[in-house]
């Protein structure tokens, strides 16, 4: 401590000068050199950026062809053919919807992602306004989509296809799956005995087999299930096959959430007289799911990935639609442009649902003062 | 409710409807009475309509003739042989490739789960945009992405070659291996032999500080009793070392090992997919471990290789396991992506089988058996090394 900062004015020596002047550099020391080690992995991760990055560049950029209503320009290039995207981007996103009716479709997704991006702002969260936000939102798109009035010919959802139909899906998913999953939860956590063995084999069987195995038995097997002449709607069951997927993982979470509520909340409600329902819906179950955000979060952002396994049974998400619309022989060898477009259409939504609920979590954080 | 005080207890109060023992025993018998109704009715349901589809029943197409050819097999598998043996071969192609999946991914997760904790900026910005990008993406779209690139790769004869005997082209991967010797069983023994060699001193040096304070190093013997051993029986076999060279015969190669191009993607696909999401559970769990630990370990002056080996990893292995184990079984489960680019997996075969014989109960049941069986198996191994590494309290 004798030649440290805090005998410089007793002293009248001057503060050691800083190890770098020039910001640059010194950042470059404290955040790349700090070590010999690190300055060999600085080294490493320097020879490989440098053999990697310039080839990616050459393809994705310098050679590339970014705009060419014909396939042979795209031929005669090295590159990559972003054209592709260009000439493709309709069916991509609609899928095999009547080509003049694409902009309903627009419509449709716009609206509804305006009304998740409001659901998502905390001024608006009051039933007052988000229930009728919603409400609009559940008719106007149903009607831009169905079409039959106002002059919109009809169009049957066997047509649907592209972003629109992986949105219903993945609303559909957490709209049945949510409900769900929290009743599950509570009956895992049941004292009746058969309430809580129901539950339990519900949910780790489910858990224990791929989503794929789910959607199969909602196609092939469901059918078998109902009496003659009954029927149901594919997309409906596939929904209803990736919400109970999505309900088994969720309840999960929510359990753990249940499980973190101790015990004096409970008696603490027994003693104001409130019932098994009002005890769960007013004091357990707001506490439990604020505490399991980040992981309903997540399985969220999973249920959002999941709509691509539709691809296996032929369903026209945006993923089946690429897929499909990319058999075409001219445009045939670019379906890797097309799939890193509709890769980075997922990232997107994914990547702002992840930081949306980091942001969540921090303003719970804030809000929890005991 | 002034006047309660006043009323006597009403009647109903001691009706035993009102008692919560017998409402909870009638909700129960209500549940159950709700569930045989339903498994009654679909059973019936199913019967009668296989029965007007004329569907046969039963487990009898498992012993006939499948009469579809697969790819790859782990076992001698001919398109006269039963179902059943079908079944097994897409079982056993399942099991091979969630193995290495789940080996690769750890491998990569973990290297990158610490490359994101590392100080070094570059480092950590390569990590964190790997994860970013990786676990964002649909793991479908991994899989399908890479069985499209692999068929755009070169054709056999202007194959890449990364190094000396391997190629990779639009029909896989073959690499150079060593042919088959007399000594390899040995060799095998022997390395077994090692590694429960280093088992046994770990916990002798382990007892021996606890007894007397003394340290014994594990790391540097514990490598040379793993790696020594096989050498020297390598050795004593004369060194016997032949490559089997893949070389370009036609249109194709023959020898060394091959790997199928569906195989690669399905890997690369699955392994891309798990490796981020393992990255962020390492992370979290280095990150867990309180600053005061490793201060602390300091202070006491622990050398920075004890501090991670006796300090930071058992604390954080205890954050890194329950997580990483529910990652392997998604990678098991998302192996049934093959279906997709048309790697022979289980769920392929069984689809197969699906549409063949129409069963499609007897189909997706063997399937949803498998996969259940295969978690099962992945949690109670996880779960006794999970006891292994938990808090002991003494």
Known sequence: MTDSSLSKNTTGRRPPPPTERIPVLRWIKENLAQTPFNMLVTAICLVVLFYALPSFLEWGVIDATFFATDHTVCREATGACWAVIGEKHRPMLFGVYPYEEHWRLLTAVIIYISAVIMTMIPLFWKYRILVPVWLFTLASTLTLMWGGVLGMPQVDNSQWGGLPLTLILFSGTLVIGFPLAIVLALGRRSTMPAVKAVSVVFIESLRGVPLITILFVAVNVFPLFLPQGLEFDKLLRVMVGMAIFFACYQAEVIRGGLQAISRGQYEAAEALGLGYWQTMTRIILPQALRISLPGIVNHIIAAFKNTSFVLIIGLFDMLTATTAVMQDPEWRRFTIEAYLCVGFIYFCFCFALSKYSQLVERWLGEGKKF | ?394
């Open chain 2, 1 to 394: 409710m002034k006047v309660a005080t006043t009323m006597a207890p009403r009647k109903t109060d001691e009706s035993i409807f009102y008692s919560k023992a017998f409402r909870a025993l009638a909700y129960q018998a209500a549940l159950c009475a709700g569930l045989a109704f339903l498994a009654w009715s679909l059973y019936a349901n199913v019967n009668e309509n296989l029965a007007r589809q004329g569907i046969a029943t039963g487990w009898g197409f498992l012993t006939t003739s499948s009469g579809f050819d697969i790819g790859e097999a782990l076992i001698e598998y001919s398109a006269a042989d039963t179902y059943g043996r079908a079944l097994v071969v897409g079982i056993l192609n399942t099991l091979q490739v969630a193995f290495f999946g789940i080996i690769f991914a750890t491998i990569l997760g973990v290297f990158m789960g610490v490359a994101r904790v590392s100080r070094n900026w570059l480092l950590s910005t390569i990590a964190s945009w790997y994860v970013e990008i990786c676990r964002n993406v649909p793991v479908v779209l991994h899989v399908i992405f890479w069985g499209t690139v692999i068929h755009l790769l070169p054709k056999p004869r202007q194959a890449l070659i990364p190094f000396d005997g391997a190629y990779i082209m639009n029909r896989g991967v073959v690499l150079p291996v060593p042919e088959a010797d007399p000594a390899h069983p040995w060799i095998g023994a022997a390395f077994v032999a090692g590694i429960l060699g280093v088992f046994y001193l770990r916990k002798w040096a382990q007892r021996r500080r606890e007894l007397t304070g003394q340290y014994i190093p594990v790391l540097w013997p514990g490598l040379a009793l793993i790696f020594a051993p096989p050498v020297a029986v390598w050795l004593a076999f004369g060194a016997p070392l032949v490559w089997d060279v893949p070389v370009l015969r036609g249109f194709n190669f023959r020898g060394g090992m091959e790997l199928s191009p569906e195989f690669i993607a399905l890997l690369v696909g699955i392994t891309a997919y798990t490796g981020a999401f393992i990255a962020e559970i390492v992370r979290a769990g280095i990150q867990s471990v309180p600053a005061g630990q490793i201060e602390a370990a300091r202070a006491i002056g622990l050398r920075q290789s004890f501090i991670m080996r006796y300090v930071t990893m058992p604390q954080a292995l205890r954050v890194i396991v329950p997580p990483t184990t529910s990652q392997y079984l998604s990678l098991t489960k998302n192996s049934s992506l093959g279906v997709l680019i048309g790697y022979p997996d289980l769920v392929n075969i069984g689809n197969t089988t699906l549409n063949q014989t129409g069963q499609a109960v007897e189909a997706i049941a063997v399937m949803m058996i498998v996969y259940l069986s295969i978690s099962v198996s992945i949690s109670i191994c996880m779960n006794i090394y999970n006891r292994v590494v938990a808090i002991k309290e003494r």
